[in-house]
């Protein structure tokens, strides 16, 4: 990469934070709610159901494909209906489970890194996902959060990525985008213009036949590090 970007675009689940520890503990806090409050729904949909059942809802309605919280609901209703609970439960099991699944376990380096890059880059939180940037605590560190389920469309399609940039206040190429999933993050970058960065925590070997990102680094860290020491670098002071 020649030129620094004038502005970063991060990904946040498995760049920021692992999300399968936080996606079971927040299992875990539904079932105790359905438990105590739902009785007959925590007996005929435990854990792995619920799961089944959400993965069911979800190829049931591809159009809600980019909007985990609405799934999440529509699954909650069809359990709390077919056991013959309240459906009204619905939104304080999803509060129970939403609460818990924004309670995230950092990388080590990644508060860390995080406050450096946006000391000095404007940063757009870009994610699929429907973490919570106010209730995790570091929504200060974000000029913009960029969500899926707002948009209507999700990585890798090309919309949400402009999207971002028009938000930013910059041109695709002048962007940076940083995540984890080569292809939801790094070629979705890359057909829509933006700058890409590998985030590549599990040492794992880049998918044959893509092209590869920009930038690769095992940590957040590693980013900002190499952004830090780049000639020009100083220029974003």
Not at 39 to 61: C, D, K
């Amino acid at each position: 990469m020649e030129t620094l970007p004038r502005a970063l675009s991060l990904d946040l689940d498995d760049t920021l934070w692992p999300i399968w520890p936080s996606i079971e503990r927040a299992e875990r806090a539904l079932d105790e709610f359905l438990r105590a409050n739902c009785p007959r729904t925590a007996q005929r949909f435990p854990i792995h159901r619920m799961r089944r059942l959400r993965e069911q809802v979800a190829a049931e309605h591809p159009h809600l494909a980019h909007d985990f919280t609405q799934q999440r609901m529509l699954s909650l209703e069809r359990a709390l209906r077919e056991a013959g609970d309240d459906v009204t439960q619905a939104g304080p099991a999803f509060e129970a489970f939403y609460a818990s699944r924004n309670e995230v376990e950092f990388y080590p380096d990644a508060l860390a890194a995080l406050a450096r890059l946006s000391a000095r880059w404007p940063v757009a939180a870009l994610t699929n996902g429907n973490a919570d940037l106010a209730r995790i605590g570091i929504d200060a560190h974000f000029r913009v959060f960029v969500s899926a389920r707002e948009e209507g469309h999700a990585k890798p399609d090309t919309p949400i990525f402009l999207a971002t940039c028009e938000r930013l206040g910059a041109e695709p190429g002048q962007v940076l985008h940083v995540g984890d999933d080569p292809l939801l993050d790094v070629m979705g970058a890359r057909r829509a213009g933006l700058r890409s960065c590998w985030i590549n925590r599990k040492k794992d070997s880049w998918p044959l036949g893509l092209p590869r990102p920009d930038l690769e680094f095992a940590t957040l860290a590693g980013l900002a590090d190499w952004l830090e020491s780049h000639p020009d670098a100083t220029e974003n002071r």
